[in-house]
Structure formats: C-alpha cells, structure tokens
C-alpha cells in the first residue's frame, strides 16, 4: 500500500539497515536502492541511516550512500550530523549502571556484547565458537572482524556511558530473574532487532527519539519525514513519522506500527516507495 493521501512533503528520509535496506547478506545496499535515495537527496530531501549497530559497524552501509548527511546507532543511542561530524544527540547508559547491568550477565553466563565509543566490545571470557556459531552466517565475518576482546569491560568503561548492551540468543527461560532484576534498576528499555536477543538501552534512547532530536534540530516535522524498518527497534520511528513503511518481510508487530506496506528487503522496498513518492510529489 503506497500514498494515495494529500499528505506534507519529505524532507527527511530515515531507513533502517539490516532486513530492511540491507539484502539478506548485511552488507549490500542495491543499486537501485541507491540510486532512489541518491534521486531523493538531488531534490533536497536529507537522508539518516537509522541502526542498531554501532558506528564502526555501519561503515561499509556509508561507503555506499556516501550522500548521506545523518547517522543514527545503537537503536537511536547516538545521532550524527555527518556533514559537520558532530553530535546531534546522546542517550547513553549512565556507566555506573552499565557494570551492575555486566556483573547481572555475567553470573547468568550469557553471551553478550557492548556498543561503546562507536565500537564493538567482548569480554575475554565469552565463548566465541559457540557465539559465532549462533550468529546469522552472513553476518558472522562482520562480527568476527569488528569486535574489540578485552579483558575486563567494566574497566574499559569506566564512568563513562555505554550506546547499548546485547545479549545474543537467549534460549529457555533464562530471562525469568533476570528482566526484573534489570528493569528494577531503572530507566532502561529493551528491544531486539534480531530473533532471540535482547537489546538495552538507556529509556530515552530509541529510533524514535533520535527522529524527534533531527527534527528539533532541522526545524522540520516529524509528518515530513519518511521512515523504513522490519523489526523491534524500528517500531518508535514508524509509530511517529508521517510517511511510515514497514518492508513486506517485517515482523507482523512491526507492520502494526506502520502507515504503509512496501515490498520486502529484497525485493528493493525501499526504493519503491521512495520513486512512487517522487512520482506524486507534485501532488502532494
């Protein structure tokens, strides 16, 4: 389902990366895909890559939209003016909090990662046969050649905030003690953007939030901005914005949050929605 509406005109389209710009291998954007977001920034429209990976991790999906002017990690964690390379806004876990989060995994053994400072963090511990053995194979290179090993996290961090927290592949009831035993800590938000993880963030960290921070910042409204996405993560966004597209392969809760229905990931989603707009955009 495509605008048939009067609506507001774009002036900013935010998309998600994995399952929705991304093909299945995680790493490629189409041409098509491109060359829509390309057509769409030459008529004025600016363009934010909105992930939950960390910044290091999104920097193959830049080299391909090399046009784009903002960034967004950590499922909104850390928003990026790109043109001036500066931030537009933070939300980090207060780091304090972070280590308790750390020492409450640790004594569960769970497989697990940080967002900090851009980059990708294991403990020295973690079991990485087992942890790559979980991971989606196409992403399993990705990860493998991007995660920072040391010693002790909590030292790593220090006082400083962390973007995110990531437990990989939860199975069974594990979870039963431990989500109250997060959530008591307070002002903390969970997500997943893939199946079987679980994703905190800071409660005031989100896609969404991250949205609402680039409008402030570019005095537009949340109406005039076209949004992406397929998963957990990206339901903020879509539930705010006024040109809202889940791809055909989203989670069903996900479609929920949607204004629009495009087709799938593969099927260059994205970019079909992009050319109907400019299409009408007269009209609009």
Request: charged content about 25%; aromatic content about 8%.
């Amino acid at each position: 389902m495509y605008i048939t509406e009067k609506k507001m005109p774009v002036k900013l389209i935010m998309t998600d990366l994995d399952g929705t710009l991304f093909q299945d291998d995680h790493e490629t954007i189409t041409s098509r895909n491109i060359s829509a977001l390309k057509k769409a920034h030459d008529k004025g429209i600016k363009i934010c890559v909105a992930s939950g990976r960390t910044r290091f991790l999104v920097k193959d999906a830049l080299m391909q939209l090399p046009f784009a002017d903002f960034l967004s990690t950590s499922n909104g964690a850390m928003t990026y003016d790109l043109r001036k390379g500066t931030v537009v806004d933070s939300n980090l876990i207060p780091g304090e909090k972070a280590k308790k989060i750390l020492g409450m995994i640790n004594e569960r053994n769970l497989q697990h990662e940080i967002y900090f400072n851009g980059e990708c963090y294991m403990d020295c511990h973690t079991d990485l046969s087992s942890y790559y053995e979980n991971i989606p194979h196409q992403y399993r290179d990705i990860l493998r050649n991007a995660a920072i090993i040391v010693d002790d996290l909590s030292e790593i961090i220090g006082n400083q905030g962390v973007e995110k927290i990531s437990i990989m592949y939860i199975v069974g009831d594990v979870l039963d003690d431990y989500l109250p035993r997060l959530y008591a800590l307070g002002n903390l938000n969970t997500t997943s953007s893939i199946k079987d993880n679980l994703e905190t963030n800071d409660i005031s960290a989100n896609k969404g939030t991250s949205l609402k921070a680039l409008c402030n910042y570019l005095g537009i409204s949340p109406d005039e901005v076209m949004t992406f996405g397929d998963s957990g993560n990206d339901r903020e966004m879509l539930s705010i914005s006024g040109y809202s597209y889940a791809v055909d392969n989203a989670w069903d809760d996900t479609k929920e949050k949607a204004k629009y229905i495009t087709a799938s990931n593969m099927e260059d989603g994205v970019a079909i929605a992009i050319e109907k707009y400019l299409e009408t955009e007269n009209d609009i």
